[in-house]
């Protein structure tokens, strides 16, 4: 079983694997840990990629020194708040382009 490396799910298992991904990222780019030396002589590219925008959505943002923040609807959202994740328009929303993007996301 896969230790969690979170430290808010367990802060002994990720101080443990802290450096781990340090050398994981090294065995990947350099050979090593079961990972042949010729991917050395490999081209590398880190990529990130980044969801589109369906639209705005209510949301709770929160800071460090005054808490809980206004929406971009203007309302404060309680933690339960049924509104959360529901968009601000709803006329104005791509519903179909979220529905096609979402099952797919994670073959990406």
Not at 13 to 28: F, G
Not at 62 to 85: A, N, Q
């Amino acid at each position: 079983m896969r230790k969690p490396r979170r430290s808010s799910r367990c802060p002994a298992c990720s101080r443990l694997y802290a450096a781990d991904t340090y050398q994981l990222i090294r065995a990947d780019l350099s050979g090593g840990k079961s990972v042949p030396d010729t991917v050395r002589n490999h081209p590398r590219i880190f990529a990130t990629l980044t969801p589109p925008s369906f639209g705005p959505v209510h949301n709770r943002p929160t800071s460090t020194s005054s808490g809980v923040r206004l929406c971009r609807g203007g309302k404060p959202h309680e933690p339960t708040g049924t509104l959360l994740g529901t968009p601000l328009d709803p006329k104005d929303y791509d519903y179909t382009g979220a529905a096609l993007f979402n099952p797919h996301a994670g073959a990406l």
